[in-house]
């Protein structure tokens, strides 16, 4: 006798202000949808109900502080017994539309508190001597969330919030330190996305599993090299930082003028947009049967697509439910900078040109206040002696009107 096979299904499961809600949503459910964000965005959850009943414009109309915690359960999903869960998160309820005919109501989450100002209240504010880490550990502090960061603690030397929400600031914040910023479950996680990129693919899809697909190549992003100039016309001086892919010859340059205070920053900042640029080069987006496997920043292999095929950086998973109960998921990724897969995008090594900052010595000036100006650390001061050393007296003095060469640490 055969063993009866239980079906493969999925589920959502909802917990509403800390109740378990899965019953009550479970038939008036239309659709469902939770977009993760690797970057650059909050996650979302989107639910439409159906309202015949005008119950959600009566005593279920959500309101302030109302909050709903979603799960996406699978079962027998690949075969017998494999039963999973994706916790989507925490969402903070901030929309909320009814419409008729016919009636349904639209709710919308998101995975941030939006009771403290994050998201909403602009502010003015300048950081000085300070570091990534603290800064974003300031915004989570007000914001109430909890921040988890894994990479590098660069120096901010000066840097103006002029105008921006707490959001909006820590993800631009992040952007031009080549950082990635995700906001999941109360949490701001950091982490040093070309360090994820570098990670081994978590798993392959085949063209045969997908559903549709587009695939998007820009030359016009493809830029092998970048340079960044900025005079300060206060200081009359003028720092420039070059940095090309290796193997390339540097033909399809990126030009910045950017307000830098440091080399340390000018190439954080360059590299940060030559590699933005690149990510936006070739994409690919497509559409698969729902798994709650799909996660965004994770690295995969693309087979199947010729030349398209490689391994690819998720940057969205949109997973959806609809009222008959079938599970998709939409994917949107960029071909890792660093992959494996022949790309001609692929940069190994470094090779880099830094090109001096000429600086004219001012009243008051020495090796040591040079030093801490321009590299953080007075300690470093020889670097600027050796660099200039027969101008510069055996006893490091140093008078106004010389012009040294500020070189890079």
Request: neutral net charge.
């Amino acid at each position: 006798m055969n063993k009866t096979e239980n079906p493969r299904k999925s589920l959502l499961k909802l917990i509403y202000n800390g109740v378990d809600a899965a019953a009550e949503f479970s038939s008036k459910t239309e659709s469902f949808t939770y977009t993760d964000v690797a970057s650059g965005e909050a996650d979302t959850l989107s639910l439409t109900v159906n309202n015949q009943d005008g119950r959600w414009l009566n005593g279920f109309m959500p309101e302030d502080g109302d909050y709903i915690e979603a799960k996406i359960a699978v079962e027998n999903w690949n075969k017998q017994g494999d039963n999973r869960n994706l916790f989507c998160g925490m969402f903070d309820l901030d929309s909320f539309k009814a419409v008729g005919f016919p009636e349904t109501c639209s709710i919308k989450g998101i995975t941030i508190s939006i009771r403290t100002g994050f998201h909403t209240t602009v502010k003015t504010h300048t950081f000085s001597n300070t570091t990534t880490k603290t800064i974003l550990s300031n915004i989570c502090r007000d914001a109430g969330i909890t921040l988890v960061y894994e990479s590098e603690d660069y120096t901010v030397q000066e840097l103006e919030q002029d105008g921006k929400t707490d959001m909006e600031f820590a993800f631009s914040l992040c952007k031009t330190h080549n950082l990635a910023m995700k906001l999941y479950n109360k949490k701001m996680v950091v982490y040093n996305q070309t360090d994820y990129e570098n990670k081994k693919a978590s798993y392959t899809i085949d063209r045969s599993e997908m559903q549709n697909y587009s695939y998007t190549k820009e030359k016009s992003k493809a830029y092998d090299s970048v340079q960044i100039q900025y005079t300060d016309p206060n200081r009359d001086e003028t720092l420039s930082y070059r940095y090309t892919l290796p193997g390339s010859n540097g033909s399809r340059t990126l030009f910045l003028n950017e307000q830098v205070a440091s080399y340390q920053e000018a190439e954080i900042r360059a590299k940060a947009r030559l590699l933005e640029n690149l990510r936006k080069a070739v994409n690919i987006s497509f559409g698969v049967r729902g798994d709650t496997k799909y996660i965004a920043a994770q690295t995969i292999r693309i087979k199947g697509l010729g030349k398209a095929s490689g391994i690819y950086f998720i940057d969205r998973v949109t997973h959806s439910k609809s009222a008959g109960g079938a599970y998709t998921c939409t994917i949107k990724a960029h071909l890792c900078i660093t992959n494996t897969g022949g790309s001609e995008l692929k940069p190994k090594n470094q090779n880099e040109e830094l090109q001096g900052t000429k600086y004219i010595v001012k009243k008051g000036d020495c090796l040591w206040k040079l030093a801490e100006r321009f590299y953080g650390d007075g300690e470093k001061y020889k670097i600027i002696y050796n660099a200039n050393k027969e101008q510069i007296e055996e006893a490091h003095w140093i008078y106004p009107g010389q012009v040294f060469i500020i070189p890079p640490t």
